[in-house]
């Protein structure tokens, strides 16, 4: 009768393990709080892949796009990007000693942080030009790679490709798997973030959309390379990521995902264009104890006018405490 009695109890432990390992397989979206966003992105993909739905959207008319810094991955206290530019700054001081004296290296490089944002876009921009430009793409890419590799991030003190969003990760594998094709559209620049989004978010360098400066063809050392000038190219944020999607993909996406005013536009430009199905979506940064709370008061990643137009548009707003299981990779 004992034996009995555990039999039974084991089976029944069997049968419960088996239908919670099934139930974690059907779920496309682990992560993800049982809530409204979960419902309206699985309802969207479930309408535009249906044949025979009144708005089935064929595979190649399936493109969603995804700002990068605070929609993938974090972009406080500061962009990543700025982190890396403000390293490279104290790596090359040695070779201009003329920094220490005129800003805003000798802001960069005593890590005074105010000095550094009252120098604006203007001042951004030269830390930008005297530390990413005057070397091959290649060369560029290896710099790229070696600081993420070595780089931490302050609060978390783990690698910036770590701290990638673990429900958005899900997303991205979840729209591939029905036939989307998944771009990131950044204000970041295109050749800081194609080293590696392939790798983090399963992006190929050839679906990054961003910002760029000029570059241009040399023969160095009998060898044929790209070289990057000190000179913008082309700026991807706010009005620019409609036309840089335009010029790159060629095609308008039925879906979007941002999280800043930067991204307003991308969301206009995708969902205010009647049939098929659209889908916009933004991230909203609520949870100060597992990652940041901020949206209308911060210089990184203001959403102000866009979070207003989700109320007037109908885009999904996602609630980071209230939507998202878990924010990063265990």
């Known amino acids: 009768m004992f034996r009995s009695a555990c039999e039974g109890t084991l089976a029944a432990v069997a049968i419960l393990l088996f239908v919670t390992a099934a139930q974690a397989q059907s779920d496309p979206l682990p992560s993800w709080n049982d809530t409204a966003p979960k419902a309206s992105i699985i ?15 064929s595979e190649p008319q399936r493109i969603a796009v995804f700002d990068n810094d605070g929609t993938l991955w974090v972009e406080h206290p500061m962009y990543t990007q700025l982190a890396f530019a403000l390293d490279r700054v104290k790596a090359l001081a040695p070779q201009h000693p003329e920094w ?25 921009l030269e830390l930008l030009m005297a530390t990413h430009a005057g070397m091959t793409v290649d060369d560029f890419q290896k710099v790229v790679t070696d600081w993420l590799s ?97 010029q790159q993909i060629g095609r308008r996406p039925i879906a979007a995902f941002g999280n800043s005013d930067g991204d307003l536009e991308m969301l206009q430009w995708t969902t205010m264009a009647g049939a098929p199905a659209r889908l916009g979506m933004l991230v909203h940064h609520t949870d100060a104890e597992r990652e ?8 990184f990643g203001r959403l102000d006018k866009a979070l207003d137009a989700a109320a007037i548009t109908g885009w999904t707003v996602i609630d980071m405490k209230a939507d998202w299981k878990t924010i990063f990779k265990d």
């Open 43 to 57: 309802a969207f993909v479930e309408k535009v892949t249906k044949e025979g739905s009144p708005e089935f959207v």
């Open 100 to 124: 220490r004296t005129k800003q805003p290296f000798k802001a960069a490089i005593e890590g005074d942080m105010e000095t550094l944002a009252a120098s604006g876009d203007k001042g951004l």
């Open 150 to 246: 070595t780089a931490r991030d302050p609060r978390f003190n783990r690698p910036y490709t770590e701290l990638a969003y673990r429900p958005m990760v899900e997303l991205l594998a979840y729209l591939r798997a029905n036939g989307f094709k998944t771009f990131i559209a950044s204000g970041g620049g295109i050749e800081f973030m194609r080293p590696w989004t392939e790798k983090v978010y399963g992006v190929p360098p050839e679906q990054v959309v961003g910002s760029s400066i000029k570059t241009e063809f040399r023969m160095q050392d009998d060898m044929p390379t790209l070289f990057r000038l000190p000179d913008v190219n082309f700026i991807d944020d706010k009005a620019g990521k409609p036309v840089g999607i335009n």
């Open 292 to 299: 940041y709370a901020y949206d209308r008061n911060t210089e």
